[in-house]
């Protein structure tokens, strides 16, 4: 499974390009509130901090035609190239947009799934992704797992090329369990992405082998 960071926020995200393996960048329109700037200008920065890794846009229009011509929008006024995605969600326009964008030889993933025949018909539609909420799915006493393990099977048996991009975490045993359930890929908000990488008792690791090498290791570098 591979990571993508799913905040619009540059301190964020530069800390993350630092040292995290961040194989690319997801917003949406909730994500773009919280920083408190229009897209003419966090797009930009988007683009430059982003650089080759993939950059997961939602399009905001409600008609197919309209998304289609915000999709390719985006590719032309910031130079997108083959790493953009337009993110559509699967409602009825949606569906009908996604082969329309791919046509323009614009990537496409597929989000806002919560059932795994919604997933289903976005990959069978052409979306290169498919975005399953599982927090979202938890909170309402349904199963994001399950359903995430739903759509990763169904992709297999059928011999589809899209990949499963599971969404909404809460927490990190949600992360877990969508990479046990063979997701190819999970966009994950910084603070989650910070606690799944660490864990206390390797801090306290690395702080008892520096007190013993203390003295020994005399080897320069
Ligand atoms: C992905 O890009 C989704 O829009 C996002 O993960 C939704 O997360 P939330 O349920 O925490 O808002």
Redesign the pocket.
């Known amino acids: 499974m591979i990571y993508?960071a799913?905040t619009a926020n540059i301190d964020e995200l530069k800390q993350l390009f630092n040292y995290f393996p961040i194989e690319g960048v997801?917003?949406?329109p909730?994500?773009i509130a919280m920083e408190k700037k229009p897209m003419s200008v966090i797009m930009p920065e988007l683009v430059e901090l982003v650089g080759d890794k993939m950059l997961?846009v939602?399009m905001i229009s409600s008609k197919a035609e309209d998304m289609l011509r915000e999709a390719i929008a985006y590719k032309e006024k910031f130079a997108l190239g083959d790493n953009y995605f337009a993110?559509i969600p699967v409602t009825m326009e949606g569906y009908k947009a996604m082969p329309m964008i791919k046509k323009q030889g614009i990537n496409v993933?597929a989000?806002?799934i919560f059932t795994q025949q919604q997933a289903l018909v976005a990959a069978r539609a052409g979306a290169d992704w498919v975005?399953p909420?599982?927090?979202?799915l938890d909170?309402i006493s349904s199963h994001g797992i399950e359903v995430v393990g739903n759509i990763v099977e169904n992709i297999k048996q059928f011999g589809l090329k899209t990949g499963v991009?599971a969404?909404?975490?809460?927490t990190v045993d949600q992360v877990h369990r969508v990479s046990m359930m063979g997701s190819q890929a999970a966009?994950?908000?910084f603070e989650i992405l910070e606690r799944l990488r660490s864990h206390p008792m390797t801090d306290m690791s690395v702080e008892w082998f520096e007190k013993d090498a203390e003295g020994l290791y005399d080897i320069d570098f």
């Open positions: 993508l799913d997801t917003t949406n909730t994500i997961h939602q993110k993933t989000t806002a975005a909420y599982v927090n979202r909170n991009l969404a909404s975490f809460k966009t994950i908000s």
